[in-house]
Nanobody, 119 residues
Framework: VQLVESGGGLVQPGGSLRLSCAASGFTFSSYGMYWYRQAPGKSRELVASIANTGVITNYADSVKGRFTISRDNAKNTVYLEMNSLKPEDTAVYYC?????????????WGQGTQVTVSS
């Protein structure tokens, strides 16, 4: 399994960014995908999730109405569109997939992409 995030950067408050996560090494269209973030000194938190078909999505309350998760199963890629960014959105953003092996669920992570919201 390989997950490669891109699209992070420095943006002013109120701005927008679009993160991408290119996946390989598994049947992408069979798995739900997740975006997490981790701010300095804080634990990693779930930001958004999307079912394998893309029909069902869920968001943390802190990003609801501002962030949109989507996926392109033909490109094995999941996206996170982030609008109306706030300084508190500053974090490293990680792509995640959870694969079941027997009774276990294994988490796979990308290397992360830094998002900094600052004027």
């Amino acid at each position: 399994v390989q997950l490669v995030e891109s699209g992070g950067g420095l943006v002013q408050p109120g701005g927008s960014l679009r993160l991408s996560c290119a996946a390989s090494g598994f049947t992408f269209s069979s798995y739900g995908m997740y975006w997490y973030r981790q701010a300095p000194g804080k634990s990693r938190e779930l930001v958004a999730s999307i079912a394998n078909t893309g029909v069902i999505t869920n968001y943390a309350d802190s990003v609801k109405g501002r962030f949109t998760i989507s996926r392109d199963n033909a490109k094995n890629t999941v996206y996170l569109e982030m609008n109306s960014l706030k300084p508190e959105d500053t974090a490293v953003y990680y792509c995640n997939v959870k694969k079941r092996t027997g009774w276990n669920i294994d988490d796979y992570w990308g290397q992360g992409t830094q998002v900094t919201v600052s004027s």
